[in-house]
T-cell receptor, first 111, second 115 residues
Framework: RKEVEQDPGPFNVPEGATVAFNCTYS??????FFWYRQDCRKEPKLLMS???SGNEDGRFTAQLNRASQYISLLIRDSKLSDSATYLC????????????FGTGTRLKVLA | EAQVTQNPRYLITVTGKKLTVTCSQN?????MSWYRQDPGLGLRQIYY???????DKGDVPEGYKVSRKEKRNFPLILESPSPNQTSLYFC??????????????FGPGTRLTVL
């Protein structure tokens, strides 16, 4: 089993739709969780950190479910500019700085 | 402008010819890291550094070396490149080592082809 798993997609959704991605992780001791966005052939950029209580930033909501070992990202009112690959990132062990990236979920928002 | 820079951005080389990819950040970040990105495998961590003269292996360190003699620079060295090191390489930095929750800032990437 991969340490961090994501559905690669692509998810093709119309503008204005709500879309959700999940990411599962294998190590129950994992401490830190993030969603990064990567545009084609560009560097990843932080979208959101994911906190235990869940957090929201505008149209984006991130949730953490420790019991089931997954994190989720919800995008409401999708825009064409949301088209990108979304990377789930997990820091596996407290006190270390080893980060495991998922392979990414590709989103295409269609006009 | 706060940024992470990498050079070169594109490199085609031949098997066995030593090369260095430079990485520099101007944000006084303590933490720096190197990743490679391959189709279907995502980003995998090669090496990271918590501070000057402190480096540690990531998940795929074989065939790579790093050094951290200055805070701002973290070069990646391939002593004897092989075709399986053809990849897209990213350098990243993060403000501090006090929390693994810090944002990582990535450089623009270096596309390496080893023939």
């Amino acid at each position: 089993r991969k340490e961090v798993e994501q559905d690669p997609g692509p998810f093709n959704v119309p503008e204005g739709a709500t879309v959700a991605f999940n990411c599962t992780y294998s190590n129950s001791a994992s401490q830190s969780f993030f969603w990064y966005r990567q545009d084609c052939r560009k560097e990843p950029k932080l979208l959101m950190s994911v906190y235990s209580s869940g957090n929201e930033d505008g149209r984006f909501t991130a949730q953490l479910n420790r019991a089931s070992q997954y994190i989720s990202l919800l995008i409401r009112d999708s825009k064409l500019s949301d088209s990108a690959t979304y990377l789930c990132v997990v820091n596996m062990n407290a006190g270390t700085y080893k980060y495991i990236f998922g392979t990414g979920t590709r989103l295409k928002v269609l006009a | 402008e706060a940024q992470v820079t990498q050079n070169p951005r594109y490199l085609i080389t031949v098997t066995g010819k030593k090369l260095t990819v430079t990485c520099s950040q101007n944000m006084n970040h303590e933490y720096m890291s190197w990743y490679r990105q391959d189709p279907g495998l995502g980003l995998r961590q090669i090496y990271y550094s918590m501070n000057v003269e402190v480096t540690d292996k990531g998940d795929v360190p074989e065939g790579y070396k790093v050094s951290r003699k200055e805070k701002r620079n973290f070069p990646l060295i391939l002593e004897s490149p092989s075709p399986n090191q053809t990849s897209l390489y990213f350098c990243a930095s993060s403000p501090s080592t006090s929390a693994s929750t810090d944002t990582q800032y990535f450089g623009p990437g270096t596309r390496l082809t080893v023939l």
